[in-house]
């Protein structure tokens, strides 16, 4: 006949107890220090910022993308038979919105919408 120990009492004879995960608030104030720059807001221009991919502290690298918005208006000056003013959104940046990558490993940062 074969005896079944309670693992609770094995711990307790032993003095040995399983190492405890941290507690919540822990590791909410852990990730809280570690990452601020994840929560900056991007603008129109580059900046300064540490990559959460490579962890290198980059300056961002722009993308300029055409959005449906710019088409939008550009279809609503071609209605308007305003044809010549119809290339203008492609034309201006203030159109388009601005995707903020990293340099060194094309990490998708953020986007700048107008």
Known sequence: MTQVTNTNQVYENQAYLPEQPP???DV???TQNISPTVQ???GPKPFF???PSCHHEVLTKIETK???MTH???LTLCLLECYICACLPYCMDSFKNKDHRC???STFLGTYKN
């Open 28 to 30: 909410c104030s852990e």
């Open 72 to 74: 939008l208006l550009a």
């Open 66 to 68: 055409i959005t449906i």
């Open 40 to 42: 900056q807001p991007v």
């Open 49 to 51: 910022r540490i990559c």
């Open 23 to 25: 507690a919540y608030e």
């Open 103 to 105: 340099p060194h490993c």
